[in-house]
Each structure stands twice: as C-alpha cells, then as structure tokens.
C-alpha cells in the first residue's frame, strides 16, 4: 500500500514563512550594503583622529607572528615597556606569517576582538587602508610624543599614501645576497657578492664544477617565500618591473621584464646552474644545497646559527642589471599599525607602545636578535656591528633601496599570481612573454575590479 | 443550521488528548536545543554564504556591493574553472578509490588470523585520528627534495628526488598519496567490522560447492559488503570534497591542488580578500556536495544488496 503525503495550504504558507524567516536571518550581520562599496578612507582625516584629553588604556594586545623568531626579545622589550609606562602588553601569537595575522585581523573586523596593535607586512597595510580599518598615526605619534622624523625616511615613507601615515617600520628588511664562502674560495672567486647578474653568469659555470651532486650554484627563492619581492631586483637591473615606478602601470610583459625573467629560465634550463627552491632557500643554503640565494636580511641570524661549524656564509648587495646597477634593492619586511575600531584610550596606549617598540634602544636589541634593520637614524649601532659585522652590509644596502612596486604590494592576490607565472617560467618552461601577458591581464583586473573603485 | 455545522466541524477535529499535547511538549522541550543550534550553526551560515555569494565584498570592508550572480557568472566563464574542477575531481576520484580500495586490501588482510592482528589494526587506523596539520607537516619533511628521508632515500640509490613541491602534477600526487594514508584506516576499520559479519554458515557452504578464495570473496563476501561500500563511498566523497588541512599545510599556493575547497580559502583569505566571490565558491561546492549525496541515495543505493 502506498501513502500520499499533501502539501497543505497550511504547511505552504508555514514553510514561506520559515523561508522568509531564514532569509532574513541570513541577511543580517555581514556587511553593509546601503552605500556601495566606497571604503570612504580617501575621506578620513590624514593626521588621523585627535587625542585631546584621552587618557592611555592600561592594557592592550598586540598581533604579531614574531618575524624573524622575534618572540623573546619582544617581550623583552615589553618587559621594559610596562616598567616604563604601566601598560601592561598582552603579546598574541596570530598566526605564523603575515598572512595568517591578516586573516585573523580581517575576521575580526567582522566583529571579533580586535587587537590595540598589529604588525602589517608590506603587502597588507594598503588593504586595510582601503578597507578603512586602521588610522592614520600622525595625532597618535604626537599625542604619545613619537618624533617621526627620526624613522629612516625610506622605511617611513613606505606606509604613506593619500598624504597619511598608515603604519610605522618595525621587523624592516631589505633582500641580501648570500653566499657560501667555502664554495667561494673552491671556485677560485673573489670573496664578494657579483656586482651584476652577468657576472655571476660568468661565475656560475665555476660555482657548478666543484659543486656536489644535486647541488646548484644558485636557488632561485621558493615561489611561496614571496617571489614576487626579490625578482624585483633582477626585473629593475633589467629596466623593467611588475609596474611602472610608483604607479598602477602594469609592466611585466615589456622587453625589459621579459629579458629579466627569460634570464632567470635561462639560468634553470639553459645554464642549468640554478634551481629553485621547493621551501626555503635560505635553509637549503645551510644544508649545502646551492651555493648561493637571496634572501631576507631577516633570514640572518638564523642562517649564521644554521652553519655555524660547517662553513662561513658571506653577504652582499643585490647584483645591478644591464640597464641599472643601482637601485636594485627593494625594500621589505613590516610594519605596526593601529586598528580603527577600536578605544581611543587603546589607541593612544597603542601608539606609546609603538614608539618604545621601535625606539633606538629597542630597534637595535630587535636587530641584534633578528638580522632585521635598525629603522631609527639615532640608533647607536656600534654594538649591533661590533657583534655581527655582517649586518653592517645589509644597513649600508638601505641607501640603494627602492620602494617597491605598487602591482606587488598593493594589489590583492598579486603576489600569489606573480609566484603562479613565476612558476610556469622555472617549473613548466612556458613561454616567457606569454606567462607575463597573462599575468598583466590578471593584475589589470586585479586593479580595476578591486582597488580602483576605492581609491579617491 | 449553524449550530448543526459547528457540530460537524468539531465533529471532524477530534480534540487532542492532554497525553498527547503532554508528549509533544516533552519532545519539544527535548529537540529544542539540538533544533535551535542545527539553525543557528548550520542552516544560518548557509544561508548567509548564499547571501554573501551575491555580494562584491572584500573581507574586512564594512561595505559591500550587492551584484546578483556575478560571481557565478565569473567562475564559470574564467579561466580557472577548469582547472579547479578538474582538480577537484581528480582528488575526489583517487583519494576516494585508493582509501576504499586500499582499506579493503588491509581489511581483507587483518581479517585473518595473523600474530600481533590486534597491533596491526591499531596502527592502520591510528592516522585517521591523527591530526592533519601534524600530518602534512611530518610528511612535508618526508617529501622534502633537499633535506627530507625520502630525498635521503633515493640519494642512496643514486637518484634525484623529484621537485614534489613546484610541479604541479607532483604536487598533487603528494597530496593525493598522503590524504590517502591517512584516511584507508578508516575505510580499513570499517570494511574489517563488515567482514566479520558475514554469516560464517555461507563461506562453509561456498567451500564445500568447491569455491575458491577469490571465488568466495567476488560471490558472497562483496556482495555482502555492499552496504558498507555504499556508506563508505557516501563518506570518504563527502570528506575528499571538503579536504582542506593537508593541502594547506604541504602547498600553501595550492599550486596544481587548487581543489573547490581549497579555492573558497585561498579567495577569502589568501591573499585576494574576495569574500563574495569566496561565498560563490562555496556555494557551487555545497550544490555539487547535495547532488552527489542525493544520486547516490537514489540511485546507488538501489543496487546495494542488504543481507
């Protein structure tokens, strides 16, 4: 026997409502959708709110992933921070890159517990400019009387757009060239970085004859340790760049930028003295895997401890190209910032702490322990050299920084699509120019689609 | 005349019985928590998710810009949807196949009467429990082509390891290879406790009409697994579509494992900030997951032979 089951006029109309109902719930929370998508931070205040009268909270919390294994000597430094000033620092590991912190810090703009203090890498800041989700600093530095001019101006002026200051350099660094100088001397080389690519296409071949099996002269960095930022340097010394210089100009498809990275194919397929690294290149030149990489001057420390016994690693400034020799260096690292949403008792308790965070005495502490740059002009670093010559390279390379390209730092995703092409160049040999013209097909759109429309 | 209709209406509703209201109530006050917290945690977030697939909505941002089926529209006439899907599907059908087959082999295997059975189980099934990051980040090392055991290994035979981590067909091989140790445990467990029960009075019978071992297994023992295949299949598909930790620990670009799932992260939160089209994403998957699960309760279900 069967049974019919009948929908009533009853249970229609309940069901519409439990649908109405439903649909209503899920529109609510989430974002605003009454006045478009404008961020509305082109309209905020460049010198960033007024503290008048706003007495510092007692106690706040900072984001950070420690670059650099940064966690000790930070809270070293907050140690003294609190014993200065009474405002205690709660110390939040969010994440273990950069990017894990901006997923956390995104979701909590969505109604989270924000934090009074969060480090913002190069390629994130931007985003929350245009997401109107932090503040400009200029009041808050005052108020907690922060002398700005005493920033190294190229780190300070990285976090400026619209005529404000949206962050303030902290965990900075710059790319630095490393090398095995055991290899060096096997080779028959000068115990120096090259000065150009070509140079070192000239010493690669001698690099490679003595070096063991499956070992490469050079590694090209992991295309998920932000390629994207190191071949800067080679794309600039061939005259080209993923944009043009401060500007939304895409330009990784011009003859310059072709030649750049058709010289990096060149190197894994042709010369076949390069690879590229799978994870980190800075730890396969520990493990004696290449000879040779580039990498963050935070990479250091932790490399000198790395090969500590088994060879002596020695550093130089990027190598120029055929078009220029220098700047070829583009600058990097992080910065710290300060939420919107936030007290303002929290904010201005944020921004004393900022300043002693990034102070002469805590800049060259954080240095010494890091590798990263001291980013005070004050900052008496007799000491830091004193203890570790090597970092001297990497301070006097910040004369010849550029600021990076605007098609890296501050469009969305652009850094995964750079390392996406990059890896069809040196993974999948595809053709140089075509990978290029694809990828200013993507960032154009990138830009048109999703920072354009929330830019003044 | 009034009176005699309202008659017959009370007539044709017969009144409820205090035991029975008494019993709806105790079965209210019972599913009420259970029911307002599927709502609240299950079918709200769907919802919302549809809602949000409509929208231009950069995470984070305040605002957002209602676009209707635009982000629909986007990922099927771009150029990665191809690509994503057919991810998808090749690590749906590899994952699901090699765990079913795999936990199949070691059940048939761990079904019989072997010294140290019982140590043997436990380790087959011991990576199902394990947590995935810990998981990806142990074979990352393995997998290592410069500093890992397995590059270690194949040095020692004279070999180069392949670059695991930058092409990527291996790099889904990778990930295909390890999602599938970790969860044949599970289908292993599973398929070991159907085999059990298979009526022992049957596999006498098939002996004594002079069937042999694979005889036995292809006529009475799958058959009489069916049931167990069917729930396997409806679980481990559900579960290789929603994959998500080893892939985000061993290819964090999701370069050549960009799976639906993995795309739905990788637009909200790596790097892209794509929330609306993020939502759209999951959306596609949540229909794909619905249709699958109901095909094989339709159809599937059918030929599956219940003892």
């Known amino acids: 026997m069967t049974t019919h089951s009948y929908l009533s006029r009853r249970s229609l109309l309940g069901l519409a409502g439990l649908g109405v109902g439903a649909a209503a719930l899920s529109a609510c929370g989430g974002p605003s959708t009454t006045s478009g998508s404008g961020s509305g931070a082109a309209s905020t205040d460049p ?4 503290f008048d009268g706003v007495q510092p909270a007692k106690q706040i919390t900072f984001w950070s992933n420690h670059p650099g294994n940064s966690e000790a000597v930070t809270r070293q430094i907050i140690q003294k921070f609190t014993a200065s000033t009474g405002i205690t620092v709660n110390l939040v590991t969010a994440g273990s890159t ?15 517990q924000l934090p009074d203090v969060v480090v913002f890498s190069d390629v994130w800041w931007f985003r929350y400019y245009t997401q109107n989700s932090i503040i400009p600093l200029a009041n808050a530095l005052k108020a907690a009387g922060v002398d700005p001019t005493d920033y190294r101006d190229g780190l300070y002026a990285d976090y400026q757009y619209a005529g404000a200051q949206w962050a303030v350099p902290w965990a900075r660094s710059t790319p630095l060239f490393y090398y095995n100088k055991s290899d060096w001397k096997k080779a028959g080389l000068p115990d120096r970085a090259p000065k150009t690519w070509a140079e070192f296409a000239e010493w690669a071949p001698k690099l490679q004859a003595v070096a063991g099996a499956g070992q490469h002269a050079y590694e090209h960095p992991a295309l998920a340790d932000y390629a994207g930022w190191t071949l800067q340097n080679i794309l600039w010394g061939y005259g080209g760049g993923w944009s043009k210089k401060d500007s939304f100009d895409i330009t990784c498809d011009t003859d310059q930028s072709v030649a750049a990275l058709q010289y990096v194919q060149d190197s894994v397929y042709k010369g076949k003295w390069a690879g590229v690294s799978n994870k980190s290149a800075t730890d396969d030149l520990a493990a004696g895997a290449c000879s040779a990489t580039i990498g963050s001057t935070g990479s250091l420390v932790g490399i000198q401890k790395a090969v500590a016994g088994k060879f ?26 300060i939420p919107k949403g936030i007290k303002p008792e929290n904010q201005l308790a944020a921004a004393k702490f900022i300043g002693y965070l990034t102070n002469p005495e805590s800049t060259v502490a954080f240095s010494q322990a890091t590798g990263y740059m001291p980013v005070r002009k004050s900052a008496d670093t007799s000491s830091l050299l004193a203890a570790n010559p090597l970092i001297g390279t990497a301070i006097k390379q910040l004369d010849v920084t550029r600021t990076q390209d605007y098609a890296r730092v501050f469009l969305p995703g652009a850094d995964q699509e750079m390392a996406k092409s990059v890896a069809q160049i040196v993974t999948q040999q595809a053709d140089v120019k075509q990978a290029m013209s694809s990828l200013k097909g993507t960032l154009e759109q990138i830009y048109t689609t999703q920072v354009k429309p929330h830019l003044a | 005349m009034s009176n005699a209709l309202a008659g017959a209406a009370v007539a044709r509703r017969p009144r409820v019985s205090p035991r029975i209201l008494r019993e709806w109530a105790l079965f209210g006050l019972l599913a009420f928590p259970n029911i307002a917290l599927i709502l609240m945690f299950v079918y709200r977030p769907l919802l919302t998710n549809v809602y949000y697939s409509t929208l231009d909505w950069t995470l984070g941002s305040s605002t957002a810009r209602v676009i209707g089926l635009d982000n629909y529209r986007e990922f099927f006439t771009g150029p990665d949807a191809a690509t994503v899907l057919g991810t998808t599907a090749i690590f749906t059908v590899t994952t699901v196949g090699g765990s079913m087959l795999l936990g199949l082999l070691l059940a048939t295997v761990l079904n019989r009467r072997l010294v140290g059975r019982t140590f043997a189980r ?46 990527p067909d291996l790099s889904l091989t990778m990930v295909i290879i390890v999602y599938v140790w970790k969860n044949l445990g599970y289908c292993a467990v599973i398929y070991l406790a159907a085999m059990q029960a298979v009526d022992r009075d049957l596999l006498e019978a098939a002996a004594i009409d002079g069937a042999g071992p694979v005889r036995t297994f292809v006529s009475i023992v799958w058959p009489l697994l069916s049931p167990t295949s069917f729930f396997l299949l409806l679980t481990t598909i559900l579960g290789s579509l929603q994959a998500f930790d080893l892939i985000r620990i061993m290819t964090p670009l999701g370069n050549g494992t960009t799976t639906l799932m993995y795309d739905a992260y990788l637009q909200a939160f790596g790097g892209y900030n794509r929330a609306g089209y993020s939502a759209a994403i999951a959306t596609i998957l949540f229909v794909i997951l619905l249709a699958m699960t109901v095909v094989q309760l339709r159809v599937l279900e059918r030929r599956v032979h219940y003892a």
């Open chain 1, 47 to 50: 010198n960033g709110p007024s």
């Open chain 1, 98 to 112: 950069y990017e894990e912190v901006a997923q956390k810090f995104q979701a909590a703009q969505a109604g989270g």
């Open chain 1, 312 to 337: 002596q690693v020695g550093v130089g400034f990027l190598p120029g190209g055929p078009v220029s020799q220098s700047p070829v260096c583009p600058t990097g690292g992080a910065g710290v910032g």
């Open chain 2, 122 to 167: 436990a380790t087959v099934f011991a990576p199902y429990v394990l947590s995935g990051v810990g998981v990806g980040l142990v074979w990352t090392f393995i997998f290592d082509p410069v500093t890992g055991v397995l590059a270690g290994l194949l040095r020692m035979a004279g070999l180069g390891s392949p670059q695991w981590f930058l092409q």
